[in-house]
């Protein structure tokens, strides 16, 4: 689906709209000064993107509605933006345009302690979420490492350190109230509802999750939430090569051990993980695992069994029973890695990827890549929810130096041609946005890319969308 936008076009209706816009949320939220566009010009990729030319700050459902009418009737492109944590340029507004920054969007999380779900609004993050509901022994569990709202983790159908025990946002997610391209609110389960499972009508839930805004604005979520686990244990456990550290991953999972998290750091992670945390890590490739059950034996069990399996692999140590704060010390390193490989390099700008492949590939893959990166010189750290095939690829870059930016794309073109030649998908968890648009076509073929574009022409006929991103051109 191909509409072709004209910059000026555009300046002109949001110039004669801007009138319109206060009407519905007042002159405050209608924001048009330079220093506030220029925050809503980026998210954390490496994609650099003009500002919007304004950005809207609703804080209802009513509003975005109203707005969306609005930019409907007059042609104007518009991108939501929640917390700006993704990874591909899915949030920038690269036509300028509107920004519906829906962080305004405010309401306390609604639990249903007794239904397991709970509904919360665009501002809440999922760091907030939990300790929301924190007091009712229940946790939401996806986790993508960054604290992003939980709407925005729904668009992106993102995932984390948890999936490989509670899934990812896909299998989380209940039920969802979305503004369409034309105003229209949507509640895809039905308002209010949130059975566990329903066969009723087409699935439209799923359909938005991972649209990553190109089909409507997401304004609630109903997620599931879970009982908090009430025995807790971690390892580490160091390898000699990446290769034996995810084949030891394979082998733990073909026991069908319950972990709840596995996480793999190659060396050059590892070494990045030390400096920035201040942690003490042998510097060889190491799986992060925890333990969750309802009884110390349960957790002591499934400890001995992963044990048993890594020493099996020749692995350097093994080291279990970490007390609650080096637990926490650990999965924060974990989720700071992003931080501490931009930190091997001073002042770059993360170009990171992700792919995800079979298990059963996983080990020769992420080796694979390791090699690469060694060979072609690339400085780039490995790190991954490999509990689930997914890895990613952390390369700090200069953005200015174009010979090393075409140096580091040709790698990320060969990494993704990995992952589709061993069956795999070019994005796990980051989504598409800008940056994986043109492995899609050979990831799902003509035929299903050609019905993408029917679905995105039935919701939004006038593309205005977050027009650009996630679709190729037909």
Request: hydrophobic share 40%; with cysteine; net charge negative.
């Given at each position: 689906?191909?509409?072709v ?6 300046q002109?209706?949001?110039e004669k709209s801007?009138?319109d ?5 007042g002159s405050?939220?209608?924001?048009t000064q ?5 925050q809503f010009a ?9 500002p919007?030319?304004?950005v809207?700050e609703?804080?209802?459902?009513e ?7 609005i ?5 104007i492109p518009?991108v ?5 944590t993704?990874l ?11 920004c519906?920054?829906t ?5 306390e ?14 501002s809440?993050?999922?760091i ?10 229940l946790?939401?569990p996806?986790?993508?490492g960054?604290d ?8 992106t159908?993102?995932?984390?350190t948890?999936?490989i ?12 109230e979305v503004?369409l391209?034309?105003?229209t609110?949507?509640?895809t389960?039905g308002?209010?509802?949130c ?10 839930t799923?359909?938005f ?5 190109t089909?409507?604005?997401i304004?609630?979520a109903t997620?599931?939430v ?9 390892a ?5 090569s ?12 073909q026991w069908?051990i ?7 750091l190659?060396t ?9 945390s ?6 060889a490739?190491?799986?992060f695992i925890?333990?969750?059950?309802s ?6 069990d499934?400890?001995a ?13 093994f080291?279990s029973?970490?007390?609650p ?6 999965w924060?390193a974990?989720h700071?890695a992003y931080?501490a490989?931009l930190?091997l390099?001073?002042?770059a ?5 992700d792919v995800?492949v079979p298990?059963?590939k996983?080990?020769d893959?992420i080796?694979?890549t390791?090699?690469?990166?060694d ?5 780039g750290?490995v790190?991954g ?12 870059t ?17 990494l993704v ?11 796990g968890?980051h989504g598409i ?11 799902l073929g003509?035929?299903?890319i ?23 051109e037909l």
């Amino acid at each position: 689906m191909r509409r072709v936008f004209s910059t000026q076009a555009i300046q002109t209706a949001i110039e004669k709209s801007l009138p319109d816009f206060e009407k519905v949320a007042g002159s405050s939220a209608v924001r048009t000064q330079e220093s506030v566009r220029r925050q809503f010009a980026r998210d954390e990729s490496h994609f650099i993107s003009p500002p919007p030319a304004v950005v809207l700050e609703p804080t209802n459902v009513e509003q975005v509605s109203k707005f969306m009418k609005i930019c409907n009737d007059r042609g104007i492109p518009v991108v939501p933006f929640g917390t700006g944590t993704g990874l591909e340029g899915g949030s920038m507004s690269t036509l300028g345009g509107v920004c519906i920054s829906t962080q305004q969007i405010i309401g306390e999380p609604q639990l249903r302690e007794q239904d397991f779900v709970c509904s919360v609004k665009p501002s809440t993050t999922r760091i907030a979420l939990n300790d929301a509901i924190k007091h009712s022994g229940l946790f939401f569990p996806v986790d993508p490492g960054a604290d992003a709202s939980v709407c925005g983790m729904v668009a992106t159908s993102a995932s984390g350190t948890n999936a490989i025990r509670y899934g990812t946002m896909k299998e989380n997610v209940i039920n969802l109230e979305v503004v369409l391209a034309d105003g229209t609110i949507l509640d895809t389960k039905g308002k209010g509802r949130c059975p566990r499972k329903s066969s009723a009508g087409f699935n439209f839930t799923e359909l938005f999750v991972g649209s990553e805004g190109t089909l409507g604005v997401i304004t609630q979520a109903t997620v599931k939430v879970h009982p908090r686990p009430q025995f807790f244990s971690a390892a580490v456990c160091a390898f000699s090569s990446v290769h034996q550290a995810a084949s030891t991953v394979v082998e733990i999972l073909q026991w069908s051990i319950p972990v709840a998290r596995i996480e793999l750091l190659d060396t050059v992670q590892v070494q990045a993980s030390n400096a920035y945390s201040n942690l003490s890590l042998r510097e060889a490739p190491t799986l992060f695992i925890e333990f969750h059950g309802s009884s110390e034996k349960e957790v002591a069990d499934q400890t001995a069994a992963v044990e048993d399996i890594c020493k099996s692999h020749e692995a350097l140590d093994f080291d279990s029973g970490a007390s609650p704060d080096k637990m926490a010390n650990l999965w924060k390193a974990r989720h700071n890695a992003y931080y501490a490989a931009l930190a091997l390099r001073k002042g770059a700008r993360g170009f990171t990827t992700d792919v995800c492949v079979p298990i059963s590939k996983l080990a020769d893959v992420i080796s694979e890549t390791r090699a690469d990166l060694d060979e072609h010189e690339i400085l780039g750290t490995v790190v991954g929810h490999v509990g689930d095939g997914n890895f990613h690829v952390i390369l700090p870059t200069i953005e200015e130096d174009k010979t090393e930016h075409r140096k580091i794309q040709s790698f990320s073109d060969r990494l993704v041609r990995r992952a589709l030649a061993a069956d795999g998908t070019c994005t796990g968890e980051h989504g598409i946005g800008l940056g994986k648009r043109k492995y899609l076509r050979e990831e799902l073929g003509e035929n299903t890319i050609r019905l993408m574009h029917t679905v995105k022409k039935a919701l939004d006929p006038k593309n205005i969308l977050n027009p650009g991103k996630v679709l190729p051109e037909l």
